[in-house]
């Protein structure tokens, strides 16, 4: 299995611009979490898909940030529109049914 | 409510001596508790994993860890660094059947002098 395959690697763009962050999940987790990492804050968790369902989302920071499973094998996290501080590293992960987290890379997005 | 809590934000040893990473949990039952690793520009990786089968426990690249209830630790050890080891090191609990409810300690920088 390819592990968890997150694009792009590496995003810069400007304040106000469209940003869409995608991932696939590796194959037969059913469950899905995005998180963002910046020096700050560290590891946040930002939203929880089971079986394709947001159940959590409380950890979204506000409305310019959505997130979509429409199937089991691939998710988005959408910023509109972008600022500064959402410059960070965001991480998907599945879990498998042990526990086990498995990370993707990361996407790292600059937002001048 | 569930915490954890790594008790050094950096830790500094020279190679080929041991080390030793803190890590103190909350938890109403019986967690499980991880140890991940990230180097640079990674995502996080399983180093090991407690899951009351076994007190002690053994994970990748020689690293274990010992689940201590009565002091509600779960300590990260090597007996001897590597250069390699230089990484960022996070204490994971998943409380009692609320898999979604993972949370991320702090982080401990590991650095190996040479």
């Known amino acids: 299995d390819a592990g968890v395959i997150q694009s792009p690697r590496h995003e810069v763009t400007e304040m106000g611009q469209e940003v869409t962050l995608r991932c696939k999940p590796i194959?037969?987790?059913?469950?899905l979490f995005w998180y963002r990492q910046t020096m700050m804050r560290g590891l946040e968790l930002l939203i929880y898909?089971?079986?394709?369902?947001?159940?959590?989302d409380s950890g979204m920071p506000e409305d310019r940030f959505s997130a979509k499973m429409p199937n089991a094998s691939f998710s988005t996290l959408k910023i509109q529109p972008s600022e500064p501080r959402d410059s960070a590293v965001y991480f998907c992960?599945?879990?498998?049914?042990?526990?086990?987290?498995?990370f993707g890379e990361g996407s790292r997005l600059t937002v001048l | 409510a569930q915490s954890v809590t790594q008790l050094d934000s950096h830790v500094s040893v020279s190679e080929g001596t041991p080390v030793l990473l803190r890590c103190n949990y909350s938890s109403s039952y019986s967690p499980s508790l991880f140890w991940y690793v990230q180097h640079p520009n990674k995502g996080l990786q399983l180093l090991l994993k407690?899951?009351?089968?076994?007190?002690l426990v053994k994970g990748i690249n020689g690293f274990e860890a010992e689940f201590k209830k009565s002091e509600t630790s779960f300590h990260l050890t090597k007996p001897s660094a590597h250069m390699s080891d230089a990484a960022e090191y996070f204490c994971?609990?998943?409380?009692?059947?609320?898999?979604?409810?993972?949370?991320f300690g702090s982080g401990t920088r590991l650095s190996i002098r040479p």
């Open positions: 994971v609990v998943i409380p009692y059947s609320s898999a979604s409810k993972i949370i």
């Open positions: 194959s037969g987790h059913n469950s």
């Open positions: 407690y899951t009351s089968a076994a007190t």
């Open positions: 992960a599945s879990p498998h049914s042990t526990g086990e987290l498995f």
């Open positions: 898909f089971n079986n394709n369902v947001p159940i959590d």
